[in-house]
């Protein structure tokens, strides 16, 4: 079996949050993992290995390529390896070429084939082609999409979806990440059905993700959080056992997803602040 996963969503959404507690979750189950950051804020590995890894793309050296023999991979627990693509300073260059390098390096390095599961963390929203890099060039073979109920996210959810389709990837489900307000899980059930994509788990909100995360932690290595790592064990279940055609997406356009916004965005009137 080779699982190769795509996240993607909106900055912020907690995208890293996601693919470190499920690489971790699949390693413990004995599969061999390589989770990628595609970030050029190098933030997707820091919660495993405490200290900044040096990216791929920072050992670059034009027609020789970047060198995978310097400490690039690390192995922070047993059965998961882990490594940043890089990218350019800000303001500098180009984010999307700089995963298409690191990329490239890892599949010549063989990477590629020494582990059962590729996850890859992916600059929010699809802002240019150079982020669908690992669909386009065929490194992931399903993504999930990572969204909470707010107005921003779905935005960005449902524009990755279009981009998506035109690219006939494979989309397998969206992640929800509850911040629980008012009518929020009866939003993305609707969400989901509109644009006929399932959602594979649902994430509760939780402050104990922040404070462990604030600690450079994990949360599903926090001995006390059972409901958090449940959920995130479930996710990678899912992950490793979902197979077959997906279904045909359908995503929105401009005016028909500002009109759900309008039509289906609980009201301001008499909200609390709770799940209602």
Same mark, same amino acid.
């Given at each position: 079996m080779k699982k190769r996963i795509a996240l993607y969503g909106k900055g912020?959404?907690?995208k890293t949050t996601v693919a470190v507690n499920t690489a971790?979750?699949?390693a413990r189950r004995g599969?061999?993992?390589l989770l990628v950051g595609c970030d050029p804020k190098q933030?997707?590995? @820091?919660l495993l290995t405490k200290q900044p890894l040096i990216s791929i793309l920072e050992r670059y050296d034009g027609p020789c390529g970047p060198s995978l023999q310097d400490g690039l991979i690390a192995n922070p627990r047993p059965n998961l390896w882990c490594c940043e693509a890089g990218g350019p300073k800000p303001g500098v260059g180009c984010a999307g070429r700089g995963i298409a390098i690191a990329l490239n390096a890892l599949e010549k390095a063989g990477?590629?084939?020494?582990?059962?599961v590729v996850l890859y963390d992916?600059?929010?929203?699809?802002?240019c082609g150079g982020f669908s890099t690992p669909v386009t060039k065929g490194y992931a073979r399903e993504l999930y999409i990572v969204t909470s109920g707010e107005q921003a996210s779905l935005f960005?959810?449902?524009n990755i979806l279009a981009g998506m389709q035109g690219l006939g990837a494979c989309v397998?489900?969206?992640?929800?990440?509850? @911040?629980?307000f008012t009518g929020e899980d009866a939003l993305i059930e609707t969400f989901s059905r509109r644009v006929n994509v399932p959602v594979a788990v649902k994430i509760g909100f939780s402050e104990r993700i922040k404070l462990c995360e604030m600690h450079d932690m994990a949360v599903s290595e926090e001995e006390r959080a059972g409901v958090e790592t449940a959920q995130f064990m479930a996710l990678a279940e899912r992950m490793l056992t979902e197979s077959g055609p997906p279904d045909e997406i359908y995503p929105m356009d401009r005016t028909q997803l500002s009109q759900f916004i309008r039509e289906c965005m609980p009201s301001v009137a008499g909200s609390k602040g709770g799940e209602s």
């Open positions: 912020g959404i907690g971790l979750c699949m599969y061999r993992v933030d997707t590995t @820091r990477w590629f084939d020494r582990v059962d992916v600059l929010g929203d699809v802002v960005a959810a449902n397998r489900g969206l992640i929800y990440q509850e @911040r629980r």
